[in-house]
C-alpha cells in the first residue's frame, strides 16, 4: 500500500557520518528535513569486525554545530582510552561513537531505502521500500561508496560465489575453512588478508605493485618536518593541508586538476600503520604480479597472473577477495529516475557541483565521497565532513527561508502612529 505524507524542505539519504554531520547542522538551524538510511550501515555491514581505520583518532570527528562532542569528548565521558595520534581507531569504537553522536544530536534517523527519486512539480518524489511518497524541495545524497565498488573486468564471467568484492564483508565468517586470495594493496587489502590470517584462513596476498607500501608508525615529528611537511586531518604536505582546509578553493581549478588532487597517489593505495606487522612476515604477499585472466574450474578460481620480467603464473583459491577500490559513478544509483540522471552534468561519472554542493539539477546536492571531483580529497575522509555540514546547512538555511510564506498581518494588529 502507498503512503502519502506531507512535503519536507529536506530530504537527506543516507545516515553515515557525512549525513548525520549534515542532519545536526540542519536542526540547529531549525530547516526542516527527514533524514533516511540505516545508522552508520556501511560501516557495520561492509567493513569486517576488527578493522582500523586508516585516520588518526583526532581526524575522525563528525561535525556538530557547537564543535562540542568530538571522539575525544566520547572516549572522556565514557573513560575510554584516547590518544590523538599514537594508537589506532577501532572500527567498533568509530560505530559507538557514531551512535552516540546520532542519539545526541540526530535523533529522528529513519531507516528506510530510497527506491526511486524523480523529479515532480518543482519538487522531488522520493519513492521508500516501505512504500512510502516523499516530496522533498532538496534532496542531499550522502551515500558513500558502497554502490561504487570497481572490480577488475577478468571477474566478470566468474560464478558469484567464486569472488566479492572487500566491500562487500562485514562478518569474514563464512570465509571460515577455505582458501582465499587476495588481490589488491590499499588497506583494505591488507587488513583482511591480516583478520583472515588471524583466523586461521588460508589466505595470501596479491599485489600488483613491486612494494607494499604502509603509512609510518606515529612518532614526534620535529620542527623541520612540521614546517616543509605539515600535517592536515587527511595527510601530510602543504598540498594535502591545503586541500584538507580549502575545498571551496580546490572547486575553483580546471576540472583535470581537481580529479588529479581527488585521486592524489600521495593517499594510496597504502596500509594502515597498524596494519604492517600484522601482514609482513606473517601473510604471504606475492608482489610485482598483475592480474591477466580468471577461471572458474571444479568449484575453485584460477588467476593467471604475470610478473614485471614477463613470467606467467597461476594460483588457485577457493575464493578470490578483490580489494579494489571504488570509482564513483553516478549512473550506478538505481534509484535515479533516468530523465533526472541524463540532467545530472559529470565529471569522469561523478556530479559535477555547485559552491553549494548542488549539481545542474536544482535541489539535487551530493556530499561525501561523490563530491570529490569537484571539492577535492577531503571528501573522501570523515575528516571532510566539517565542509558541507556547515557550509550546506547555512546555504538552505538561508535559500529556504525566503520561499516561507510572510506571517499575515491583520489591521489591528498594526501599529498605530500618533
Given amino acids: 500500500m502507498v503512503k502519502s505524507t506531507p512535503s519536507v524542505d529536506v530530504a537527506v539519504i543516507g545516515a553515515g557520518p557525512y549525513g548525520l554531520s549534515l542532519a545536526a547542522h540542519l536542526r540547529a538551524r531549525g530547516v526542516e528535513h527527514r533524514i533516511f538510511g540505516e545508522l552508520m550501515g556501511s560501516w557495520k555491514h561492509n567493513m569486517p569486525p576488527g578493522m582500523l581505520l586508516k585516520s588518526y583518532p583526532w581526524a575522525s570527528n563528525l561535525s556538530d554545530p557547537g564543535s562540542e562532542f568530538a571522539l575525544k569528548t566520547f572516549c572522556t565521558e565514557r573513560a575510554l582510552p584516547y590518544f590523538d595520534q599514537l594508537m589506532p581507531l577501532p572500527l567498533s569504537r568509530f560505530i559507538e561513537y557514531g551512535e552516540a553522536f546520532q542519539k545526541r544530536y540526530v535523533p529522528a534517523v529513519e531507516r528506510k531505502t530510497l527506491m526511486a527519486l524523480e523529479p515532480s512539480a518543482g519538487c ?236 545542474s539539477v536544482p535541489g539535487l546536492h551530493f556530499i561525501g565521497p561523490a563530491s570529490a571531483n569537484s571539492f577535492g580529497p577531503v571528501c573522501r575522509f570523515v575528516y571532510g565532513t566539517y565542509h558541507p555540514a556547515r557550509h550546506l546547512a547555512g546555504h538552505l538555511a538561508a535559500v529556504l527561508a525566503r520561499f516561507q510564506p510572510a506571517p499575515r498581518v491583520r489591521p489591528l494588529d498594526r501599529t498605530v502612529m500618533p
Fill in 124 to 359: 522531488f518524489r522520493a519513492t521508500f521500500d516501505d512504500g512510502e511518497i516523499v516530496h522533498a524541495r532538496r534532496v542531499v545524497m550522502a551515500v558513500g561508496l558502497h554502490s561504487f565498488k570497481r572490480l577488475p573486468h577478468q571477474a566478470a564471467h566468474l560464478p558469484t560465489d567464486l569472488f566479492s568484492h572487500s566491500g562487500d564483508f562485514g562478518s569474514l565468517e563464512p570465509l571460515d575453512g577455505k582458501e582465499i586470495i587476495v588481490v589488491g594493496s590499499g588497506s583494505s587489502a591488507s587488513d583482511l588478508a591480516a583478520l583472515l590470517y588471524e583466523r586461521g584462513v588460508s589466505v595470501s596476498l596479491v599485489v600488483r605493485r613491486s612494494q607494499l607500501e604502509f603509512a609510518g608508525q606515529p612518532r614526534p615529528r620535529t620542527l623541520f618536518e612540521r614546517t616543509t611537511a605539515p600535517m592536515s586531518g587527511i595527510g601530510n604536505g602543504w598540498t594535502l593541508a591545503a586541500c584538507a582546509k580549502y575545498p571551496q578553493l580546490i572547486r575553483l581549478l580546471s576540472k583535470d586538476l581537481r580529479v588529479r588532487l581527488a585521486n592524489i597517489k600521495a593517499l594510496g593505495p597504502l596500509g594502515g600503520a597498524f596494519m604492517k606487522d600484522r601482514v609482513i612476515g606473517r601473510v604471504p604477499v606475492w608482489l610485482g604480479r598483475a592480474l591477466q585472466s580468471t577461471e572458474a574450474c571444479d568449484g575453485k578460481v584460477l588467476l593467471d597472473l604475470i610478473d614485471a620480467s614477463g613470467a606467467r603464473h597461476s594460483m588457485r583459491a577457493d575464493h578470490v577477495i578483490f580489494a579494489t577500490g571504488y570509482k564513483v559513478d553516478v549512473a550506478r544509483l538505481g534509484f535515479l529516475n533516468p530523465t533526472l540522471l541524463r540532467q545530472i552534468r559529470l565529471v569522469e561519472g561523478a556530479p559535477q557541483l555547485s559552491a553549494h554542493y548542488e549539481t
